[in-house]
């Protein structure tokens, strides 16, 4: 187990305990609707797949007015904190079913970028699925106790369905698992990384399980990943 003591303005720590323990990896394995990936390349331990050859897991898309690529990355760090203080806001709700909340950056014509929110959730019905992403809206706050963070921009336009394809570049860090918080990041986020401040509120210490993902589009049809990860017979 990882225990990160973390630097922020102002006298209180926080600690967060991250807990790598199987029973962490057998949570995200049993909900995901894709088979995760063993990765023996790069740092990451685990490949989780977004999609297939056949199908792509969809999200509903928030996105900020088009920007320069420098502020682009300093917005979207800044909104990958109060994602993440989202993500505990609502897991301390106990949200049922799988939200996994990502900022994304996506290249556009003439040097402009776009980036915002992407909320994945894995649910049967659209209205169920919509229901999810809505709660999360709803948890994620405007500031991070102890922290400051630049002043962001509205989301512009309706929310959009996409698919993950269309989103260019995902960043995973949580995600809430039938109520239980996680962290997914690909690396270990340093110890002033404004993830761990939105994890938890100053002066406290938390336990996160932690499974380092990277996300990915599998490189086989559905049907294919299944068998091949035992589900079904040849």
Known sequence: MNTITTRVEGPLQRIIHLDRDPPALTTLLNLWPLPLHESIEGPYRYGLPFGATD????????????????????????????????????????????????????????HHYETGLAVFCDDMTEQATWDLCSAFIEAMPLDIPGVTIPNLPQFVGAFERRDYSQLGQLYLETAILNGELFLLSPDMPA????????????????????????????????????????????
Do not use: N
């Open 191 to 234: 110890a002033d990384d404004l993830v761990w401040a939105a994890l938890t509120e100053p002066g406290t210490e938390v336990r996160v399980p932690y499974v380092p993902c990277m996300p990915m589009l599998a490189q086989l049809p559905v049907g294919e990943l299944l068998l091949r990860a035992g589900y079904g017979e040849a």
């Open 55 to 110: 199908f792509e897991l969809t999200a509903f898309k928030f996105q900020f007015p088009d920007m320069d690529y420098d502020t682009a990355c300093d917005l979207g760090t800044a909104l990958a904190g109060l994602v993440a203080a989202g993500s505990a806001h609502l897991a301390r709700a106990g949200t049922p079913g799988t939200v996994i909340p990502a900022v994304y950056l996506r290249e556009k014509s003439g």
